[in-house]
């Protein structure tokens, strides 16, 4: 299959770091430039855009009228709800980020969630989360596809992203409407460290021999057994590491709440 013509993207910023298009751009296959002006259209970006203020919201306006139903509406981040979601204003007309994800996801081809924050709420809605904040689906009660992961890595929102473009459907989903391809197995199932938990060889201490030779770090926290990601198959920025890699446990930054249900996320 090819891709036959650029499809829009409307990529919208709500409560959130960036830190998921900053993993976006990190893409290595393909790369961003050959992904933005060959694959698809990235129509609107807030953070990569060059112009600003009164010219992008017209921008806007005008793209989701020309490309009804066309496009794709990638949301990073979470949505404020509490008090009529005044807590996130975006944009220079004083709208609501509530009121933007709704006026923009209602006229979308497939809406997409990228990062934790968008699909679960994120650090936003850890407790006690004091705006109310929430992912895109619990916000708005709309069909989604959630790409969490904090950031997640490009290889799972740029596959996510192409799966839709080529076959021009979404992929198989979990129950918490991930893609299985990339959130169907736990990091504990591939981790390069799971002979070392098999043979019962663990870090006891930050710095130990253990973790000089690379043993497994559930002693010390590691959340792999819980959590369905697929890092210890696709490193990170273009292929050079992962937290476990890099010699700390994962911290499950790709499930719902995990900074409330996951915490400490070091042991001892
Ligand atoms: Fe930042 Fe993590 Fe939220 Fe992405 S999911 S915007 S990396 S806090
Ligand atoms: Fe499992 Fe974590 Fe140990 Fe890897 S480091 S084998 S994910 S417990
Ligand atoms: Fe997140 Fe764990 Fe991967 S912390 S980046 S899911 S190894």
């Given at each position: 299959a090819a891709i036959k013509e650029r499809t829009p993207i409307i990529w919208l910023h709500m409560a959130e770091c960036t830190g998921c298009s900053e993993s976006f751009l990190r893409t290595r296959e393909p790369d961003i430039a050959t992904l933005i002006f060959e694959q698809v259209s990235l129509t609107y970006h807030d953070t990569l855009m060059m112009a600003s203020g009164e010219r992008v919201e017209k921008h806007l306006d005008e793209a989701i009228q020309r490309y009804k139903g066309k496009y794709i509406c990638i949301i990073e981040g979470a949505i404020p709800t509490k008090d009529g979601g005044i807590y996130l204003r975006v944009g220079s007309k004083g709208e609501t980020g509530l009121e933007r994800a709704k006026r923009v996801t209602k006229d979308a081809k497939v809406n997409l969630a990228f990062g934790t924050c968008a699909a679960f709420g994120g650090v936003q809605a850890a407790h006690p989360n004091p705006t109310g904040a929430k992912g895109v689906h619990d916000a708005l009660g709309i069909e989604i596809v959630n790409v969490p992961g904090c950031p997640p890595n490009s290889v799972n929102m740029v596959g996510t992203l192409l799966h839709i473009l080529l076959f021009d459907k979404i992929p198989p989903l979990d129950l918490?409407?991930?893609?299985l391809w990339a959130y169907g197995s736990r990091i504990h199932d591939y981790c390069e460290r799971r002979a070392h938990f098999d043979a019962g060889e663990f870090v006891e201490e930050w710095g130990d021999e253990g973790a000089k030779k690379g043993w497994c770090l559930y002693k010390m926290g590691c959340k792999g057994p819980l959590t369905y990601n697929n890092c210890s198959r696709y490193r990170f920025n273009q292929g050079t590491n992962w937290p476990i890699g890099a010699g700390h446990g994962c911290i499950?930054?790709?499930?719902?709440?995990f900074w409330d249900t996951m915490a400490p996320f070091e042991e001892p």
């Open positions: 918490l409407y991930r893609p499950g930054c790709s499930e719902p709440n």
